[in-house]
């Protein structure tokens, strides 16, 4: 099987960087977020880089990372108490972790795109972990522009009764699992593949400031969709849209931020989930999204995922709306 290496230890990395993400949000308490206090993401947010560079680096030596996240902030001697604390969640997980270490994985992350880059936002959806609702650990492998291999890491979701606590795992031309946090017993996972499905309903993002929840309504209603949205933070989007559980994700620019260019960690793992899982990822103009840029999709407006079966649709009622 193509990619099994890169597979196994994306999942492995992607996994206990999820684990510290949980731990530290356990800790939060309800006076932080009621004084809107962002400490324990940015610690789970380093932390999470930290860890899944630390992998890479060590496997994959030859191999760029492009993360959200640097240390440069964490590097300040005012940030030493934070850095030590960052270093001790690590240091849970990876034993005898040192302060410098950490930076230095971090900082790993600070890789350009070329043929063979590896794509990691150690926290997306910093906003849900925060508010307790959804966030993704999202690693992707991306070859000549090609997303490769995608793992989704969402410790908060639940789509079942089962436990919470999802993964996603994607490999072009292998199709998407889903599993539970201990990995075992992956699934292979289809889109919704009829318009009778009572799941044809559109999930789109919590803020509003990240979306067009007004033309997202309105473009969804055109392609036949009559249930209203769920709304979702994070590419746990993607995973609801491959599972099923959904049949369309829009992601319209924003009136307020019209020039908004999306990053590429912010979609690339999402992307091959729904590719492989049968469905289709495009900009609102029907183009596919080009990882070969750089950090920003600067040549993709907007996103739109679907199961496929709704996806000209959707672009032909978005055109109708421009033009
Ligand atoms: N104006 C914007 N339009 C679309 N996405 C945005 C905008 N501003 C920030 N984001 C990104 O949306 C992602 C979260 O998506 P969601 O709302 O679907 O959970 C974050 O990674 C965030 O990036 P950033 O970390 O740079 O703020
Ligand atoms: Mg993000
Ligand atoms: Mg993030
Ligand atoms: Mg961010």
Redesign the pocket.
């Known amino acids: 099987m193509a990619y099994e290496t890169e597979k196994q230890i994306a999942i492995k990395a992607a996994l206990a960087a999820g684990q510290l993400c949980e731990r530290v949000r356990h800790e939060i308490s309800p006076e932080a977020i009621e004084k809107k206090d962002r400490s324990p993401v940015t610690i789970a947010d380093f932390g999470s880089q930290a860890l899944i560079c630390r992998e890479l680096a060590t496997e994959f030596p030859n191999d760029p990372v492009v993360g959200?996240e640097d240390a440069a902030e964490l590097k300040q001697p005012e940030m030493a108490e934070r850095l030590s604390q960052v270093a001790d969640y690590v240091g849970a997980i990876a034993p005898n972790t040192t302060p410098d270490q950490v930076v230095s994985w971090i900082d790993h992350g600070n890789g350009s795109v070329g043929p063979r880059y590896w794509t990691l936002?150690p926290i997306?959806?910093?906003?849900?972990f925060l508010r307790k609702d959804?966030?993704a650990v999202a690693l992707a492998l991306v070859e000549d522009g090609e997303v490769k291999v995608g793992v989704l890491v969402c410790p908060a979701l639940q789509l079942s009764a089962a436990q919470p606590g999802l993964m996603f795992v994607a490999v072009r031309g292998e199709g998407t699992t889903m599993s539970g946090l201990d990995g075992q017993n992956p699934q292979t996972i289809k889109v919704v593949s009829s318009e009778n499905d009572p799941n044809l309903r559109f999930v789109?993002?919590?803020?509003s400031?990240?979306?067009n929840q007004a033309q997202q309504a309105e473009i969804a209603k055109a392609a036949g969709i009559t249930q209203d949205s769920l709304r979702?933070?994070?590419?746990a989007?993607y995973g609801a849209v491959a599972s099923g559980e959904a049949a369309l994700y829009l992601?319209l620019?924003?009136p307020?931020?019209p020039d908004?260019r999306?990053?590429i960690?912010?979609h690339a793992a999402g992307t091959i989930v729904v590719e492989e899982a049968g469905g289709r990822v495009t900009d609102m103009h029907g183009k596919p999204l080009d990882f070969s840029q750089g950090a920003k999709l600067v040549d993709n407006q907007g996103v739109v995922v679907s199961n496929g079966l709704l996806h000209d649709k959707v672009i032909a009622a978005l055109q109708q709306q421009t033009s």
């Open positions: 959200e936002d997306d959806g910093t906003k849900g959804q966030y789109e993002s919590v803020e400031g990240h979306g979702m933070d994070s590419q989007k992601r620019p924003s307020k931020t908004y999306e990053k960690w912010d």
